[in-house]
């Protein structure tokens, strides 16, 4: 036996490598040649990624989520997948090596569909991609983009807006950024995944019109404008079906309809049955398990999945993979820009934040010596981000105190004191993530009002900084999260009084993630920051806006409705469990573990956000595209094109700066369609658009377009678009509400 193996192992040797000659090569040969070659096994490990618990899941680059199986006879590499929406989130450190591997925490999606503009939305985009590149990434998953149904959902921080179009705008900005660095973007989750809450096994009840009209338009725009290489299906079902069961989703809408020529990946464990997946199209199972793999080489053995099918989703991940940096033999450096992305993140964050009030002009501050008393847990440890997979591990994060401090204000020495005392005596204190929980849990300090009377002596305005942070697996809380807490309210009202008393102003900096009710205390300070959660630079962002470095040109991409009780889904959150029984809270992270089987019902149909309180006449707090700035615009009258649409129809309009500072404005085009067959509501967003930066007295004329797709409406019975005839006026606005110029055309 030893005597054979020795005698013709050389003779093995020699006949692999000339065999491996001849074998098709990726890259090299047509992409069906090189599948043609792969043994049935192969081509079931291609379509399921290799975890990290297993043998060769070990990734190149640590801390990344997925890694796709390589084979090299074939010339095919691993792919490697990593997060997120605000910045890519990998290990910061590796085991046995010196370096560090930080990444830039961007602003949370929340933030950059406030700024309305999509050229900076594309140079994040960028800046991500290339840290992914540089990092050995390729593929990121991201951006996230499901609509803000409901302000609890834990996620909404990750996701854009409530408004499909503006959603769906940002989007295909931020992919093109991303994809313009060789790597690729994942735009997520494919669809109508709004809640977190047992998100596994969440059954969406949404009908037709709804589902393409709100849940998945987004989508539409960024797969048509930007053609992402891959979209990442949701965990939840819709109408029964999982969504990455799903074939009318995943092949009838996403390609045939569409034409979406990337890959599909799954969500993380997402979907129950691979057989399932693979024939609807999801063509990549991620993070992978060998039980998926075993499922899908049975499925084909047994004759239960067609091995045609198997083979278009190999060839689909493989398109992807040959065009991967890592395919390509990018020697990627582990040093990227992160200096200059630090500034982008930073003018981003100014650019995003809404200034929500600003009274008796308290902001922007009057030039310094200024003593702050900066009141709120928040304003020493600033949330930056989200908690889960949308967190990102940088370098470092600025707080407000510091940001403050950086620009030369006086801080209140006591309350910097007690605060850093509170923080710190904290003992739970270790890593950022259980930072992000920690402050979550941490109730805000009380305070005497003996030192708050004292401090209003001594400073010359008051900051009150109010911070919220959520995160994967969980949704928020009506009380005490969305409502501000008892603690809270007390601070905010204690302290304005107290300065008010003695003629002092006071700001209240919101550093949340998503909606929290304002309408309460809203008048009680004089100004309001919504600074979000504004990535590493959030408190070198908010002085910048505080000073008035940055006029803030930021705009509500969701509404802030008074009450939750107002929220159109108020009553259809987080679903009901089978058989009926009501949650009376959400269970939290428990959820994700053991999901249970749940139903949620999308009863509002298209009537969310500001579709719902502006047609149905529902007072709110602050509606949707609201944002003041610290100059005023002037809008011209609209010049259209035509008085008819046709195949197109231009608008021009002229926005003057007649203000004393210089500033940007977003104009929104809202269209109120003429109603026939279909309902409508009031007004719908169309188009956008942000001007330059104006100086006092200086002019731009913004241009929109419309087409017939902005006017349609999706009619189930017909199964499709249609743009009714008649009469339509056209709403130029400041704000979903504050319509400063009006038009109209017709279509025939
Ligand atoms: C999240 C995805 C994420 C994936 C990989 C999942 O739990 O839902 O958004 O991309 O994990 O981390």
Redesign the pocket.
């Known amino acids: 036996m030893n005597y054979r193996l020795t005698v013709s192992l050389p003779a093995i040797i020699l006949g692999l490598t000339g065999f491996a000659q001849t074998l098709p090569q990726l890259g090299k040969d047509p992409v069906i040649e090189v599948v043609a070659a792969m043994t049935l096994k192969e081509k079931a490990q291609a379509v399921t990624g290799v975890s990290v618990f297993l043998p060769g899941g070990k990734r190149p680059v640590p801390g990344a989520?997925?890694m796709t199986r390589p084979i090299p006879r074939l010339g095919i590499p691993a792919m490697i997948l990593a997060?997120?929406p605000a910045g890519v989130r990998i290990s910061p450190q590796r085991p046995g090596h010196k370096g560090t591997f930080y990444c830039t925490a961007f602003p949370v999606a929340t933030l950059l569909a406030s700024t309305w503009d999509t050229g900076l939305l594309c140079r994040v985009g960028e800046a991500m991609g290339n840290e992914a590149r540089e990092y050995g990434v390729d593929v990121i998953?991201g951006p996230?983009m499901n609509i803000h149904r409901n302000p609890l959902c834990g996620r909404n921080f990750e996701y854009y807006s409530e408004d499909p179009f503006l959603s769906g705008k940002m989007a295909a900005a931020m992919v093109r950024g991303i994809q313009s660095q060789g790597v690729g973007a994942s735009i997520?989750?494919f669809a109508a995944n709004n809640t977190e809450t047992d998100r596994k096994a969440l059954n969406t009840i949404v009908n037709e019109r709804t589902l393409r009209e709100i849940y998945l338009e987004g989508f539409r725009i960024a797969v048509e404008e930007s053609q992402p290489w891959t979209v990442?299906s949701s965990?939840n079902l819709i109408n029964g079906v999982y969504a990455p069961e799903s074939p009318e989703l995943l092949t009838h809408i996403l390609r045939d309809e569409w034409g979406f020529k990337g890959l599909v990946v799954s969500?993380?464990y997402g979907g129950r049955d691979p057989v399932a997946m693979m024939k609807a199209g999801n063509d990549l199972l991620m993070p992978g398990t060998p039980m998926q793999s075993r499922s899908v080489y049975q499925g084909v053995k047994k004759g239960n999945l067609d091995a045609v099918i198997l083979d278009r989703n190999v060839e689909r991940v493989l398109n992807v993979i040959s065009q991967t940096p890592r395919f390509k033999g990018y020697e990627y450096s582990n040093k990227p820009d992160l200096a200059s992305h630090a500034v982008l993140s930073r003018q981003a964050a100014g650019e995003g934040m809404v200034l929500l009030k600003n009274e008796n002009q308290a902001l922007p501050l009057p030039p310094r010596p200024v003593m702050i008393a900066v009141f709120g847990k928040a304003s020493y440890e600033i949330n930056t981000g989200g908690a889960?997979?949308?967190d990102v591990n940088e370098a470092y994060s600025i707080s407000l105190v510091e940001g403050l401090n950086e620009v030369g204000y006086g801080l209140n020495p006591d309350l910097l004191r007690i605060y850093s005392d509170y923080l710190k005596n904290n003992p739970d204190k270790q890593l950022r993530s259980q930072h992000i929980r920690r402050l979550a849990r941490l109730p805000e300090k009380p305070v005497s009002q003996d030192l708050i009377d004292r401090v209003a002596a001594g400073s010359d305005i008051a900051f009150i900084t109010i911070g919220r942070t959520s995160g994967?697996y969980a949704d928020r809380r009506v009380e005490g999260d969305f409502n501000l807490t008892p603690e809270e309210t007390d601070l905010i009202q204690r302290v304005t009084e107290a300065f008010r008393k003695q003629g002092k102003k006071s700001v209240v900096i919101l550093n949340i993630g998503g909606v929290i009710e304002t309408a309460s205390w809203k008048d009680l300070p004089d100004a309001i920051l919504l600074a979000w959660q504004a990535g590493q630079e959030t408190g070198r962002a908010i002085a910048d806006v505080i000073t008035g470095k940055v006029n803030p040109s930021g705009k509500l991409a969701t509404t802030f409705p008074v009450r939750y009780e107002d929220v159109p889904s108020a009553r259809n959150f987080p679903g009901i469990l089978r058989g009926g029984a009501t949650r009376k809270h959400p269970p939290g992270i428990l959820s994700f573990v053991f999901p249970r089987r749940s139903q949620i019902i999308y009863e509002e149909g298209i009537y969310v956000g500001y579709r719902h309180y502006d047609t149905f006449r529902i007072p709110v707090s602050y509606e949707f595209g609201y944002g003041l700035s610290y100059t005023t615009f002037r809008y011209g009258e609209p010049m259209l094109s035509g008085t008819r649409l046709t195949d197109t129809l231009g608008i021009s309009v002229e926005i003057t700066n007649q203000g004393q500072k210089a500033g940007r404005e977003v104009v929104q085009l809202y269209i109120s369609a003429p109603e026939d067959r279909l309902d409508k509501p009031l007004s719908e967003l169309k188009a956008f658009a942000k001007t330059r930066l104006l100086k006092p007295g200086e002019s731009e004329i913004l241009i929109f377009q419309l087409t017939h797709r902005s006017l349609a409406s999706f009619d189930p019975e017909s199964s499709a678009w249609i743009a009714e005839p008649g009469t339509y006026l056209v709403l130029l606005g400041a704000s979903s509400s504050d319509i400063r110029q009006t038009a109209v055309f017709t279509l025939d």
């Open positions: 989520a997925g997060d997120g998953l996230g997520k989750h990442m965990y969500d993380w889960g997979s949308g994967e």
